[in-house]
């Protein structure tokens, strides 16, 4: 019996489009869960979300935008105003000052609004390159990708961008997404991350691109 061709470690190009088109098809419209109605609500959340879940910034956002959700308001409050909508959430102290402090640039440098820029973005206080790849995509429609941990662990396991470390596996995504998909990928990526590809035991089972993916220790069940 001749043996079946061995697969290589990542994911042809064929596989990629096939991956994404499977998940698009699963969601058409795919979004952060982070609740927002503007680009400053949406980067107060992600600086909130820092070494927190979704669920938990959004249970204080639903609490603090209704009563401040712009830099002037938010200012108003003061840093010891704002602590008492986010001391729910991890390392509220150090976010607070941050969001403050952005208020404060975002008002004196940028008239009050979310500046589109990557270098003006990641000027802020509490803003690194993957919050800032977050508002720039969700909120501006740049075709980036923030990669987390959940896109990390996907981007590896599955073949589909391999890399030591997350700017690695984000240069990586940007070569190999195809720009159909590349304003998209960011969210497919990390849902899947995160209710299907888990860290502990990841649902093979239950995944639309299981026959696709590289990691050899799948579940069964």
């Known amino acids: 019996m001749t043996p079946a061709p061995r697969r290589s470690a990542t994911l042809t190009r064929a596989d990629v489009v096939e991956l994404f088109s499977r998940l698009r098809e699963l969601n058409p419209k795919p979004t952060t869960e982070l609740e927002y109605s503007t680009p400053f609500e949406l980067l107060v959340a992600v600086t909130l979300s820092a070494q927190a879940t979704d669920v938990g910034v959004n249970k204080a956002t639903r609490r603090l935008f209704p009563v401040a959700n712009t830099p002037a308001a938010i200012l108003a409050l003061g840093e010891d105003g704002l602590k008492k909508y986010i001391a729910t ?41 993957k919050t800032a790849n977050v508002v720039m ?58 209710y299907v590809c888990k860290a502990r035991k990841p649902d093979c089972p239950q995944c639309v691109i299981r026959d696709l993916c590289r990691f050899k220790e799948k579940t069964a069940a």
Not at 147 to 154: A, N, Q
Not at 160 to 165: F, H, I, T
């Open 89 to 129: 959430i991890g390392l509220f102290n150090a976010k607070a000052k941050n969001v403050i402090a952005t208020c404060r640039i975002l008002i004196d440098e940028h008239d009050g609004e979310v500046p589109r820029s990557r270098e003006a973005l990641e000027a802020l206080p509490g803003v690194g390159r």
């Open 137 to 194: 995509n969700t909120a501006f429609g740049e075709p980036t990708i923030a990669v987390d941990t959940h896109i990390f662990r996907v981007a590896n396991r599955t073949g589909l961008a391999p890399g030591k470390d997350v700017r690695a596996v984000e240069d990586r995504l940007l070569k190999v997404v195809p720009a159909e998909f590349m304003q998209d990928a960011h969210h497919w990526l990390i849902l899947h991350g995160r």
